[in-house]
T-cell receptor, first 115, second 114 residues
């Protein structure tokens, strides 16, 4: 089941620069997308989300962009900080009468921010 | 900030034994979920629970699995007869609403089946 894919297993950026994490999906019924950050030995921590009626959502240093025609979303972190080093998961949900909120996750991208 | 709490953090069990994983969701949340992550693999949906019944379950969630909300605060996942392949991190999550609201996750229980 590859409905949500993060094709880059890892990304390394310099502190202060922009980090761009990418996610592709195949299910056109997905209409709510989320990014989670995960440190070792902890659970996923919610970062930011976007509904399919929008193409951009911003929260501080984090911005998520959604391109529905390309079935692609990305997370931009500006400026990147060493504390941002973690695994980032993209997740998606399909809202509808039968939807129970089930999230479908990508494989994750490990971000390393170098001082 | 309210948190989802899970106990125990690590559970070691002999194959064939029953195990119960416990979760205390955020107090005003209404929707509850279990996910698991086998080492090196994706986080996978197991089951969603609302209004004291299962809303949806995945193919993984077979007859060996059950969930319960025995009181107003706890949400449990039971595996009746564990198998080696049940070894994974199990995450509990909760949300206020099933759509367009983020799910908040606990730190997980690492289940090791020997």
């Amino acid at each position: 089941d590859q409905q949500v894919k993060q094709n880059s297993p890892s990304l390394s950026v310099q502190e202060g620069r922009i980090s761009i994490l990418n996610c592709d999906y195949t299910n056109s019924m997905f209409d709510y997308f989320l990014w989670y950050k995960k440190y070792p030995a902890e659970g996923p921590t919610f970062l930011i989300s976007i509904s399919s009626i929008k193409d951009k959502n911003e929260d501080g240093r984090f911005t998520v962009f959604l391109n529905k025609s390309a079935k692609h979303l990305s997370l931009h972190i500006v400026p990147s900080q060493p504390g941002d080093s973690a695994v980032y998961f993209c997740a998606a949900s399909a809202y509808g009468s039968s939807n129970t909120g089930k999230l479908i996750f990508g494989q994750g991208t490990t971000l390393q921010v170098k001082p | 900030e309210p948190e989802v709490t899970q106990t125990p953090s690590h559970q070691v069990t002999q194959m064939g034994q029953e195990v119960i994983l416990r979760c205390v969701p955020i107090s005003n949340h209404l929707y509850f979920y279990w996910y698991r992550q086998i080492l090196g693999q994706k986080v996978e949906f197991l089951v969603s629970f609302y209004n004291n019944e299962i809303s949806e379950k995945s193919e993984i969630f077979d007859d060996q699995f059950s969930v319960e909300r025995p009181d107003g605060s706890n949400f449990t996942l039971k595996i009746r007869s564990t198998k080696l392949e049940d070894s994974a991190m199990y995450f509990c999550a909760s949300s206020t609403y099933r759509g367009n609201q983020p799910q908040h996750f606990g730190d997980g229980t690492r289940l090791s089946i020997l």
